[in-house]
């Protein structure tokens, strides 16, 4: 390929992503999730009661999308949700009782993954490249309101 095409920030985030989806679907496999999912589930374990529109903006994805992810944990039973008494269109979402279980051997995936980067990456380069990835994020997210 040539030069300019390797020198592709949009190129190199995508082909980084597909490539860590991919472990990240080796580890959740056993867990019988994807790794999407697993990024909804651990935004759910993260804060309890959140409601659907909150893990949207979130994880940026649209409403509809997740409607159908939650749909699929809960029907696993994964996930549930509430209707709370003070907003009955507004559903809160939580992890059940055997997904709080399963957490304790999930949570060592995110980490493991996280002491990964951290070997290859040193603290610094870590700190600016999630600054970096910020930016572009909170660029793109500017053009679309």
Known sequence: M?????KCIGLQLK???NIMEIEHNKYLKP???SNEQGFLIKCVY???GIKQTQIAEYLNKDKTTITRMINTLVK???L???CMDTDRRAFHIYITSET????KGLAPLFEKDHEELEKIIDEKDYEIT???LNQIKEYYIGLNK
């Open 2 to 6: 040539n030069e300019d095409f390797d």
């Open 15 to 17: 082909l980084t992503k």
């Open 31 to 33: 867990y019988g999730i």
């Open 46 to 48: 993260e804060s309890p």
């Open 76 to 78: 696993k039973g994964i």
């Open 80 to 82: 549930e949700r509430r």
């Open 100 to 103: 709080l279980e399963a957490m």
């Open 130 to 132: 999630l600054k970096v």
